[in-house]
């Protein structure tokens, strides 16, 4: 299925891989995922279970974030669940409770297949916005021996907008990885070139399941580079440096504040986004906590956002980020996935199947016309508050660690976190 590239700067994000299931299936593409839904509370119940797959994002976020403390870091949650959601319809018993645990996904398999309609229906409606470049593509890439369960096949087709590519991992594995990895670069722009490192992938390896997304769009009101200025900002560890910073004063910012975080919503031209810009109120410089909010607090935020005459200094930004998301899913909660004795029966049941690695790379880019993004994430299967009293122009002027989220409008759930800290 695809969605469409938003921002005019850009996220990068590696797929995630399961290596080794054993089946195959010809190419198709993403089919619709939007017909035959049950109407009945069905938007309600999907915002619950959002809402409570947000909270697993932030503690996510939260782990990933101290584990770089120091490092500027990004991450997409949204391609992490989508990717998951892949092997979590295959998954069964403890293996499947494990995953629907820790990710907030719907207990029931079949119930979240339906839930999960309307957050799809958010990203085809983005990526018919024209005033957005949006892109969103679930692609499983399967070992031409191996055979799938049909009811699988028909789920993530039909729920999931799965499409199924053959591939020869047994024989030919670095073809397949060519193959793999020119599929993310076309879906990403060109963005993420080498999401799958040459040998990952082996005679072992059954099934590669692939999310990637690209963002790219401009802020309603661009900033004026010809304003934009050199200063000071100061880092984690206390280091002053040089960065530029965006500035602007403008009415009607939608802006936040309160003893523990000031904050301000930036919209894009596409009413389908926005950014979130989080800035601790205070800085101790000691550790990362300070700087992620948790869920209660991100959504206090959202709810706590009015209308007011800003004055913005933000640091225009570049990274990118590459890391396994294995160990911090273990550390969450996600274990049988990742042991011989998996279940993933409901994929397959030619040979035994376990999730050897989850894997990410994220790049953004964010500058005064605004902000483009790209994500892949891929999974491989292998065999065996008080306020404060403000003054008449609020400053939001982030010259020191702070935050932001990307996220989608319908639900507000975040696509992209990343925080910025040297």
């Given at each position: 299925m695809q969605f469409v590239d938003m921002l005019n700067k850009f996220i990068k994000i590696v797929p995630l891989l399961l290596l080794a299931l054993t089946g195959c299936k010809s190419a198709r593409e993403t089919s619709s995922i939007t017909n035959d839904l049950p109407t009945t509370n069905l938007f309600d119940t999907s915002q619950e279970m959002l809402k409570t797959m947000t909270g697993a994002s932030f503690r996510l976020f939260s782990d990933f974030s101290r584990e770089r403390i120091g490092e500027n870091f990004a991450f997409s949650p949204a391609s992490l669940h989508l990717a998951m959601s892949l092997a979590y319809v295959g998954a069964r018993e403890e293996t499947a409770r494990q995953i629907s645990n820790t990710l907030g996904?719907?207990?029931?398999?079949?119930?979240?297949?339906?839930?999960?309609?309307?957050?799809?229906?958010?990203?085809?409606?983005?990526?018919?916005?024209?005033?957005?470049?949006?892109?969103?593509?679930?692609?499983?890439?399967?070992?031409?021996?191996?055979?799938?369960?049909?009811?699988?096949?028909?789920?993530?087709?039909?729920?999931?907008?799965?499409?199924?590519?053959?591939?020869?991992?047994?024989?030919?594995?670095?073809?397949?990885?060519?193959?793999?990895?020119?599929?993310?670069?076309?879906?990403?722009?060109?963005?993420?070139?080498?999401?799958?490192?040459?040998?990952?992938?082996?005679?072992?390896?059954?099934?590669?399941?692939?999310?990637?997304?690209?963002?790219?769009?401009?802020?309603?009101?661009?900033?004026?580079?010809?304003?934009?200025?050199?200063?000071?900002?100061?880092?984690?560890?206390?280091?002053?440096?040089?960065?530029?910073?965006?500035?602007?004063?403008?009415?009607?910012?939608?802006?936040?504040?309160?003893?523990?975080?000031?904050?301000?919503e930036l919209p894009y031209q596409s009413s389908n986004i926005s950014m979130v810009f989080i800035l601790p109120a205070s800085f101790s410089g000691k550790t990362e906590e300070f700087v992620m909010p948790a869920a209660h607090q991100y959504y206090s935020i959202l709810e706590g956002l009015r209308a007011e005459e800003v004055y913005m200094e933000i640091p225009s930004f570049t990274l990118e980020t590459s890391f396994s998301v294995s160990y911090p899913l273990k550390q969450a909660g996600i274990l049988k996935a990742f042991d011989r004795n998996a279940n993933f029966s409901g994929i397959s049941n030619d040979g035994e199947l376990y999730i050897s690695d989850v894997v990410q790379k994220v790049f953004m880019e964010v500058d005064e016309k605004g902000s483009e993004a790209a994500a892949a994430t891929g999974i491989a299967l292998v065999t065996t508050s008080m306020p404060v009293h403000p003054p008449q122009i609020k400053e939001f002027i982030a010259n020191r660690p702070f935050v932001f989220v990307l996220k989608e409008n319908q639900f507000n759930t975040p696509l992209f976190f990343g925080h910025i800290v040297k």
């Open positions: 996904f719907d207990a029931r398999i079949e119930n979240f297949n339906t839930l999960m309609a309307p957050y799809y229906k958010v990203f085809s409606a983005t990526e018919a916005d024209s005033l957005v470049d949006f892109a969103l593509g679930n692609r499983l890439f399967i070992e031409k021996t191996f055979a799938l369960q049909p009811e699988y096949v028909q789920n993530v087709e039909h729920w999931h907008g799965g499409a199924f590519e053959s591939v020869d991992f047994i024989s030919k594995p670095r073809q397949a990885e060519s193959l793999i990895n020119g599929w993310v670069s076309e879906r990403t722009r060109n963005r993420i070139r080498e999401l799958i490192i040459p040998g990952s992938v082996n005679e072992l390896t059954r099934l590669v399941l692939v999310n990637a997304i690209y963002i790219k769009s401009n802020w309603r009101e661009p900033f004026n580079k010809s304003v934009s200025k050199e200063k000071a900002y100061s880092t984690l560890s206390g280091k002053q440096v040089i960065k530029n910073f965006m500035t602007a004063k403008r009415k009607d910012i939608l802006w936040f504040e309160n003893n523990d975080f000031f904050a301000i």
